[in-house]
């Protein structure tokens, strides 16, 4: 039994529980103090940098949320194996488990041949991949900013997808989609912040990924949201070395030797 049976159904906190964890995460680091000691771009940055401004950003995801609930709904709709009472038969925790992390197996593929296929196509890249890295130093809240198109085919298709594949049924999927939309937020945060749980677990973490989001590092560390296993099997992991800068923070630099 979960906290929500019986208030609201399966289906409906698998289509909004990951945009309330979105905003309520994004949120919250969008209101910590400067932190300076321990962002990757300094305060300044961000401001000269990035080429579009947060009231931008937040329209941008808040359109690529609507398109992912009326996604959802519709596809929790026609997966349905409730019985007549209404009534889904949920599968044993380990089976959850595994089913979740095959999910994001699937995603981790998925992402990453069609994050990598925006960057190589100059066509893509300039009309639609190239939205999401106006945020050339990358936050919280942009970490779902992207343009329609993109947000339908990588994130709404690529969770569907996920969804599909791994066999979980709704009540699975809350998790598993409110962890991925947690773990997208913060590798798009720009702290590194100490005790940090996902840079413990994940090698595919806020430094890593900003590696990406640097011009020099376009070309590598595609891999998102999870593992870094495509981009070592397939020769686009780069390297990086953490280094603290002189007036505060850390820079997360290439290693290319």
């Not at 979960?2 to 964890?21: K, L, N």
Request: hydrophobic share 45%; net charge neutral.
């Amino acid at each position: 039994m979960v906290f929500w049976e019986g208030y609201v159904s399966d289906e409906t906190m698998g289509t909004f529980a990951p945009i309330v964890v979105y905003w309520l995460y994004a949120g919250f680091y969008q209101m910590l103090p400067p932190l300076d000691d321990y962002r990757l771009h300094t305060r300044k940055e961000e401001y000269e940098k990035n080429l579009v401004p947060l009231s931008a950003v937040v329209k941008g995801v808040l359109l690529q949320q609507l398109v992912q609930a009326t996604v959802a709904q519709a596809l929790f709709l026609l997966t349905s194996t409730a019985d007549a009472s209404g009534v889904t038969t949920q599968p044993s925790i380990p089976v959850q488990i595994v089913q979740i992390i095959i999910a994001m197996f699937v995603m981790d593929t998925w992402q990453y041949f069609v994050h990598r296929y925006m960057h190589q196509n100059k066509f893509l890249y300039r009309h639609v991949h190239s939205q999401h890295h106006r945020l050339v130093v990358p936050y919280a809240i942009g970490a779902l900013y992207n343009h329609p198109l993109e947000g339908l085919l990588l994130d709404t298709l690529g969770g569907a997808i996920s969804f599909l594949v791994s066999g979980m049924t709704a009540r699975t999927a809350v998790i598993f989609f409110c962890f991925a939309v947690i773990k997208t937020v913060d590798d798009h945060c720009g702290l590194w912040l100490p005790g940090n749980i996902f840079h413990l677990f994940f090698q595919n973490n806020t430094a890593y990924h900003d590696i990406h989001h640097q011009l020099p590092g376009t070309k590598f560390n595609y891999s998102q949201p999870f593992f870094s296993i495509w981009d070592r099997l397939l020769g686009t992991h780069m390297p990086y070395k953490l280094v603290k800068r002189p007036e505060g923070g850390f820079e997360a630099r290439l290693k290319k030797d």
